[in-house]
């Protein structure tokens, strides 16, 4: 991710937590937030900043919500994995 978004003049943030993503985006006014892999439920503050989210799970929901998702696909056998 980090080398697409350098490629493409994205900016990337990375372990500033809720408040430093919430004080980026307001700053930036965004027209699409996209999330991989954000370790909690987004904030409805930071949803209600642009229009259009998306969030990516790396796993298929309900199964394995949270976190360690590709941990618990492997060790419960699931034949199948995927992202949502």
Do not use: Y
Request: net charge negative; aromatic share 10%.
């Amino acid at each position: 991710v980090a080398s697409v978004c350098m490629a493409f003049g994205f900016q990337l943030l990375q372990g500033v937590g809720d408040d430093g993503v919430h004080t980026a985006l307001k700053a930036f006014g965004p027209d699409l937030v996209v999330s991989i892999l954000w370790p909690r439920r987004i904030q409805d503050d930071v949803l209600a900043l642009c229009a259009d989210c998306i969030n990516f799970h790396p796993s298929l929901l309900p199964r394995h919500r949270g976190s360690m998702t590709q941990f618990w696909t492997i060790f419960d056998g699931d034949e199948e994995a995927g992202a949502t």
